[in-house]
């Protein structure tokens, strides 16, 4: 792929996507739109945590996009473990749930991005261009299942101001 944008004339460098998601079809889906972006570059692809784990140390992966339910393990824990081996690499989870739980454990655990399985192809690629600037990425459904909770806690007296330092 970086080929073919040097004999386009560009000398743009790709950053390195590595798709985690033990469903084989879900990885080529995700990796097909990816491609389709001229700075981005699925490197590697896992469909479990050990798979991850080595393709993110060979293949200089900047950022993993990681199912939260894998086999055997969560994408919590393999967050963990992926930014313990590679403390530069950015995570992206990508869940069907959005629950509080998951997206407080995938915070947590180093992931700096959560966006549900319902969005579109835009929102993740949007995700994945966040996190490669440095930000951090809810999608929309996240962001306003966020909002309305910070919301009622704010009506009912029971939100702390410190977050706002």
């Not at 998601?21 to 699925?42: N, Y």
């Not at 081996?85 to 995570?91: D, E, F, I, S, W």
């Not at 192809?121 to 929309?140: F, H």
């Not at 299942?145 to 919301?151: D, S």
């Amino acid at each position: 792929m970086d080929d073919a944008r040097e004999q386009h004339g560009t000398s743009q460098v790709s950053k390195r996507i590595m798709i985690v998601d033990d469903h084989p079809v879900v990885r080529t889906g995700l990796a097909q739109f990816i491609s389709q972006e001229p700075d981005l570059v699925v490197c590697a692809e896992a469909g479990n945590a050990q798979q991850a784990f080595e393709a993110a140390e060979k293949q200089q992966v900047d950022l993993a996009i990681v199912d939260m339910l894998l086999e055997n393990t969560t994408g919590i824990q393999v967050t963990k473990d992926l930014k313990l081996r590679c403390p530069g690499l950015r995570v992206l989870i990508l869940s069907l749930s959005d629950e509080r739980y998951y997206i407080k454990g995938a915070f947590q655990a180093g992931a700096r991005g959560y966006v549900t399985k319902e969005e579109v192809a835009e929102e993740i690629i949007n995700a994945i261009r966040q996190l490669l600037d440095g930000k951090i990425y809810l999608s929309g459904r996240v962001a306003l299942k966020f909002t309305r909770k910070m919301l009622e806690r704010i009506r009912a007296g029971d939100f702390d101001d410190s977050v706002w330092e």
